[in-house]
């Protein structure tokens, strides 16, 4: 079974630019989640979908970030214009709903750097 | 609010040694999960153990076992006879069933394997 896929796996921009990542899930994941880690800290969740509908955005800074999950498989979030403080490493992971949704799968990120 | 405490921010431990590393939680829920998620270097997380709050009987999976004492909301994990393989980030990470089935990340324990 493939994983979770993500891309690109590394970007730099400048300040006040913008940019898109890409992410698929495991096929029949009908959970899709975005994740924020800056370095040294834990994933914090940034914006989860169930199919193409939102759960959960409430930490989600919405004056520059949002994301789309239009066709309820792939997703991609942007951040609009990128600040210092948005370097970091964005994670997409999936699941099942419900119960068997307990364990989350995670691609393997892209680390984005704004200079 | 529920919330994952990590007191560990690095530890190490000799190869084929044990090691523990602890997690305390708060919370108001009497039914949860409670996950160790592995973070190598390589940034891909994989889960490593999970705990239903309702099981009494704690976890096991080959060399990684847990402690659960949920009266004192603790959830420790022992890696056996630990290998280099086991140099990480490890998460630990609280889960409430039912509605967005989210997780709250601990701020994670930095494990180096020494030779």
């Known amino acids: 079974e493939a994983g979770v896929a993500q891309s690109p796996r590394y970007k730099i921009i400048e300040k006040r630019q913008s940019v898109a990542f890409w992410c698929n899930p495991i096929?029949?994941?009908?959970?899709l989640y975005w994740y924020q880690q800056i370095l040294g800290q834990g994933p914090k969740l940034l914006i989860q979908?169930?199919?193409?509908?939102?759960?959960?955005d409430s930490q989600l800074p919405k004056d520059r970030f949002s994301a789309e999950r239009l066709k309820g498989v792939d997703s991609t979030l942007k951040i609009q214009p990128a600040k210092l403080e948005d370097s970091a490493v964005y994670l997409c992971?999936?699941?099942?709903?419900?119960?068997?949704?307990?364990?989350?799968?995670f691609g393997p990120g892209t680390r984005l750097t704004v200079t | 609010a529920q919330t994952v405490t990590q007191s560990q921010p690095e530890m190490s431990v000799q190869e084929a040694e044990t090691v523990t590393l602890s997690c305390t939680y708060d919370?108001?829920?009497?039914?949860?999960?409670l996950f160790w998620y592995k973070q190598p270097p390589s940034r891909q997380m994989i889960l490593v153990i999970r705990?239903?709050?309702?099981?009494?009987q704690n976890a096991t999976e080959n060399r990684f076992s847990v402690n659960f004492q949920k009266a004192a909301k603790s959830f420790s994990l022992k890696i056996s006879d630990s290998q280099l393989g086991d140099t990480a980030m490890y998460f630990c990470?609280?889960?409430?069933?039912?509605?967005?089935?989210?997780?709250?990340f601990g701020t994670g324990t930095r494990l180096k394997v020494l030779a």
């Open positions: 979908f169930q199919n193409n509908g939102v759960v959960d």
């Open positions: 919370t108001s829920e009497n039914n949860y999960y």
């Open positions: 992971a999936s699941s099942l709903w419900g119960p068997k949704g307990s364990e989350q799968y």
């Open positions: 990470a609280f889960m409430k069933p039912g509605g967005a089935y989210k997780y709250i």
């Open positions: 705990q239903e709050a309702y099981k009494q």
């Open positions: 096929s029949g994941h009908a959970t």
